[in-house]
């Protein structure tokens, strides 16, 4: 098991790269919908309103709310049930995963899309960042304008504190792009059921919060402990 100071950012790579095979799915199965925001979801409610679209309006108001209680239940399970966020965000992204499997490809195109919306909900409440970076593992617009900054920065002053942050972003884009490129070969060769290869990833991602999990408690027992090792 990895123990490192750095595991943060590991599980932080790893659910980057989830977050980029969700959206490259969608994106590649469905028309072209990025179904890991709402910011399209709503611009297309307002102009399927005006057009009159009532089916439209219903399944968009849907996705809405399902959005809504991804990022909502991330307060309310640890606050009335205890439940772990961390763990919790891998199971749903693979039970999103083996639902999108199963979808045929003729299915009406946003309803397909819910388990997507529900799970990216809840993971990126979930995950904050890491390393004392706000990153978003779902996403990549404010991780382009926070590398761009920081680089703007480093520049100017040449403090690595901000070519730190610059790699730090950098490498979440790299992630990110990487499970759109593992979705990608995986829809080319399975198709709809290209989406169970994403398993893999989600798998990854629940070792590191595993690993993660066992460092926090290390360094509770430790303060001092130089834990950046491999154990069984």
């Not at 899309?113 to 990549?140: C, E, H, K, N, R």
């Not at 990854?204 to 430790?222: N, T």
Request: glycine share 6%; hydrophobic share 55%.
């Amino acid at each position: 098991m990895i123990l490192s100071k750095k595991i943060d950012f590991y599980r932080h790579l790893s659910f980057a790269a989830v977050g980029g095979f969700f959206g490259a799915y969608a994106l590649l199965c469905r028309s072209g919908i990025l179904a890991n925001a709402q910011t399209m979801n709503l611009l297309e409610l307002v102009a399927d309103a005006l057009r009159g679209s009532g089916l439209k309006v219903l399944l968009r108001i849907g996705i809405l709310l399902m959005y809504v209680l991804g990022t909502m239940l991330t307060v309310l399970l640890p606050h009335f049930l205890h439940a772990d966020n961390h763990r919790l965000a891998a199971l749903i992204d693979a039970l999103a995963l083996i639902m999108l499997g199963f979808f045929p490809a003729d299915m009406n195109i946003l309803l397909s899309l819910y388990p997507i919306f529900f799970a990216m909900s809840f993971q990126w409440s979930s995950f904050s960042g890491a390393q004392d970076f706000v990153s978003s593992t779902i996403f990549s617009t404010n991780n382009t304008k926070q590398a761009s900054l920081a680089f703007a920065e480093f520049l100017c002053d040449h403090d690595t504190a901000h070519f730190r942050k610059v790699i730090f972003y950098v490498c979440t884009l790299l992630s990110f792009h990487a499970g759109a490129v593992v979705c990608f070969y995986a829809v080319r060769f399975f198709a709809m059921r290209g989406a169970w290869v994403g398993l893999l990833p989600v798998a990854l991602s629940y070792y590191m919060v595993l690993c993660e999990e066992k460092y926090e408690k290390a360094k509770l027992l430790d303060d001092d402990l130089p834990l950046d090792t491999v154990t069984e």
